[in-house]
């Protein structure tokens, strides 16, 4: 079976920086891509960043520019270099991967939590 493990979560201060990862073991015979969505207490799950097979990325709106991320495919590990960080970037980030049109839905990992405050 397939597992996503994260870990680089953690408390800040707003400016700081935290780096995530996110590894992906078991058997895996595709990838289309990986990234993060995260998810605060009464607002909508976000998709935060995302790479794909061919190396393009994907960013939401309100981390772009602060937030990058970037991969190891021999691995099938991604990290998300987190800059900048506000206390609007608080939640808990999800890693996940899509294996593409012939599964169902997406991998997850088991969720880091990015606390932002003063």
């Known amino acids: 079976q397939v597992q996503l493990v994260e870990s680089g979560g953690g408390a800040v201060q707003p400016g700081g920086s935290l780096r995530l990862s996110c590894a992906a073991s078991?058997?895996?015979?595709?990838?289309?891509?990986m990234g993060w969505y995260r998810r605060t207490p009464g607002k909508q799950r976000e998709l935060v960043a995302a790479i794909t097979s061919n190396g393009s990325t994907n960013y939401a709106d309100s981390v772009r520019g602060r937030f990058t991320i970037s991969r190891e495919n021999a691995k099938y590990t991604v990290y998300l270099q987190m800059n900048n960080l506000n206390v609007d970037d608080t939640a808990v980030y999800y890693c996940y991967a899509d294996r593409g049109p012939w599964y169902s839905g997406l991998l997850w990992g088991q969720g880091t939590q990015v606390t932002v405050s003063s």
């Open positions: 078991g058997s895996i015979l595709t990838m289309h891509a």
